[in-house]
Each structure stands twice: as structure tokens, then as C-alpha cells.
């Protein structure tokens, strides 16, 4: 399916590895121009490359520290021609309530929550400004809508964002730009075996059990990246032109079992 995205730009953050990277490789596919920011200077640069000459795009690669407000504001800066932003970037650590710490969950949010908010602020200033609309997608997750325990910095973090892409998107189509979210489940990417070893250390005491928590997931697995990106993709494109304000679960129908 052509999705019609050939010429558009897009800002990718979190674009070093996991699902971001797979979203700049699947932006790419539709001839789309990229701007990859992450704090791996040498991963990003090294997709870039790859991509530009696979694909024959233009692709930028931007190192930024998201949980920083200059950072943030050079790379809207750099992005100001941006049609599409996929804000993605994150890293909350699993724990329950007694286990993650002031300091270590407003480290978190920072980057996860404010980072995603920080940015959309200064990218849809300019898509309204500009005038010929634009896309904001916040890949978000579905622990929002679940409500772990022992992920609760992640759980909370989510659903503020959950709130906050409806929201937004509820409203902003009367300036031309579509706002919406995606909320996976587990993706097959090093973040879920690293909380996956956290859950694991909490409930069994040994880290090394993570795989027994792996094979629970429905159909047996998590999500590839890709999976991921491929909807990513769709909803930028015009032929999800009538979306806004909602939020796409794709876990294999996990929220759904209760």
C-alpha cells in the first residue's frame, strides 16, 4: 500500500534503537525524510547513513538529551519544517511504589512525560504557524491502561499521556493537525527484557526467570518493533485522515483479558 508520504519530513525521537529505529526504517520505506534524535550520537548517525543510501532520502541525525530544555529547543529548531513528529523516546524503570524513589521517578518523567510534552508544544506551535498541518504521534504504552503496581512510575507516566494525546488531539484538528497515540504492549526490544528482569527479581527473587514472564504474553511473544512502526506509518499518512484524539492498544488483545 502506498501511503502517500513520499517528500514529507519526520522528526523521530528515541530513533537509536527499538521501536524508534524502527520507525525511521519504515518512514524511510515510504520515501520520507527523517530527523533521528537520540543521546547515541554514533548509533544515530550510523541509521542515518544507512537509510540515506538504502532509500535514497535525506536523513539528519541529531544527539539530544530530551530531559533538557535546550536540548528540546534546539532540535524543535533544527525540526521547524517538520510535518510528521513521532515522539518516542523513554526510559522508566520497573518497581513498585517502595522501590522507585522521588529522584529516580522525575528522572524518568522528564524524558518520558515532559519530554514528549515539551516537544509537541514547540513542534505544533510551528505546524500551526506554518499552516499546512501536520501529525503528532506519542508512542505511549499499554501499562497505561492496565495499571501495574510494579511498574507504576511507567503506568502513571503513560496514562498522563494518554490524557494528554486525547486531549490535545480533540482540539487540534481545528488548526490542520492531527494528534494520536499508540499504546504497545511488550515489544521485543533490550527495555523489555530489562523490566522484564525487574518483575522477575520481585517475584520470583532471581532476575535470570525473566523468560518464564516472556512466555506469558498472549501468542507467546512480544511484538516486533516493526509492528509497532507499520501503524506508525498508517496513521501519519492521509488514509488515516479522520483520526485524532484517540489511542491505538496493539498487545495482542492483553488489556482486553482483564
Keep these: 500500500m502506498d501511503l502517500n508520504l513520499r517528500g514529507k519530513t519526520v522528526l523521530i525521537t528515541g530513533a537509536s534503537k527499538g521501536i524508534g529505529a524502527a520507525a525511521a526504517e519504515a518512514f524511510a520505506e515510504e ?6 534524535a537520540a543521546r547515541n550520537a554514533a ?12 532509500h535514497n532520502i535525506r536523513a539528519l541525525s541529531h544527539p ?11 532540535l524543535a529548531e533544527a525540526a521547524a519544517d517538520v510535518d510528521i513528529l513521532v515522539n518516542n523516546a523513554g526510559d522508566v524503570p520497573g ?12 528522572h524518568a518523567w522528564e524524558l518520558k512525560v515532559f519530554g514528549y ?17 501536520g501529525v503528532i504521534i506519542n508512542d505511549i504504552g499499554a501499562a497505561g491502561e492496565r495499571f501495574d503496581a510494579n511498574y507504576i512510575a511507567g503506568a502513571a507516566g503513560n496514562a498522563a499521556l494518554m490524557t494528554f494525546t486525547r486531549a490535545l488531539g480533540g482540539r ?8 494520536v497515540g499508540i499504546n504497545p504492549g511488550p515489544v ?22 525473566y523468560g518464564e514472564l516472556m512466555a506469558r504474553f498472549p501468542l507467546g511473544r512480544a511484538a516486533k518493533p516493526r509492528e509497532i512502526a507499520d501503524l506508525m506509518a498508517f496513521l501519519a499518512s492521509d488514509r488515516s485522515a479522520y ?6 492498544t496493539v498487545d495482542a488483545g492483553a488489556s482486553a483479558r482483564g
Excluded at 172 to 179: N, T
Design 243 to 248: 483520526t485524532s484524539g484517540v489511542v491505538f
Design 172 to 179: 487540534s484538528v481545528d488548526d490542520g493537525i492531527r494528534v
Design 43 to 54: 548509533a544515530l548517525e550510523a541509521l542515518a547513513a544507512g537509510l540515506s543510501r538504502a
Design 188 to 209: 521485543e526490544t533490550d527495555r523489555i527484557v530489562t523490566l522484564m528482569k525487574t518483575r522477575a527479581a520481585a517475584q520470583f527473587g532471581d532476575e535470570s526467570r
Design 31 to 36: 520515501g520520507c525524510d527523517l530527523i533521528l
Design 95 to 106: 518497581g513498585s511504589l517502595e522501590r522507585v524513589d522521588e529522584e529516580t521517578w522525575r
Design 64 to 74: 539530544a538529551d530530551l530531559r533538557q530544555g535546550e536540548d528540546i529547543a534546539r
Design 117 to 133: 510534552i515539551n516537544l509537541t508544544r514547540l513542534i505544533y506551535a510551528r505546524m500551526k504557524a506554518r499552516g499546512r498541518g
